[in-house]
Nanobody, 119 residues
Framework: QVQLVESGGGLVQPGGSLRLSCSAS????????MAWYCQAPGKQRELVAA???????GYADSAKGRFTIARDNDKNTLYLQMNSLKPEDTAVYYC?????????????WGQGTQVTVSS
């Protein structure tokens, strides 16, 4: 019914930049909070940045000043601009969204996109 598809991951050198995208599709009535999470090998998934339906944003301390979350509500798309990347940013990045369909309100996840920061 609803799908989230991430793109934009890849291999980048320390100090470089990447822009992740997450496109939501399906029987969507309203997209509420959208967020990016990351999960490094052997670690728990953790919140990177979030954007409320009203446009309020929040960031993990590790992301503040380097990452910017943005959303295009007309395109049902969430972005994460990642600058000044560090090796410790290496992880699989997942998009998360709380979405209302005609039948329910649910929490959805994308399949993840790998970000590797290495020289």
């Amino acid at each position: 019914q609803v799908q989230l598809v991430e793109s934009g991951g890849g291999l980048v050198q320390p100090g470089g930049s990447l822009r992740l995208s997450c496109s939501a599709s399906g029987s969507i009535i309203t997209i509420h909070t959208m967020a990016w999470y990351c999960q490094a090998p052997g670690k728990q998934r953790e919140l990177v940045a979030a954007s409320s339906g009203g446009g309020t944003t929040g960031y993990a301390d590790s992301a503040k000043g380097r990452f910017t979350i943005a959303r295009d509500n007309d395109k049902n798309t969430l972005y994460l601009q990642m600058n000044s990347l560090k090796p410790e940013d290496t992880a699989v990045y997942y998009c998360n969204a709380v979405i209302s369909t005609r039948l329910s309100l649910n929490d959805y996840w994308g399949q993840g996109t790998q970000v590797t920061v290495s020289s």
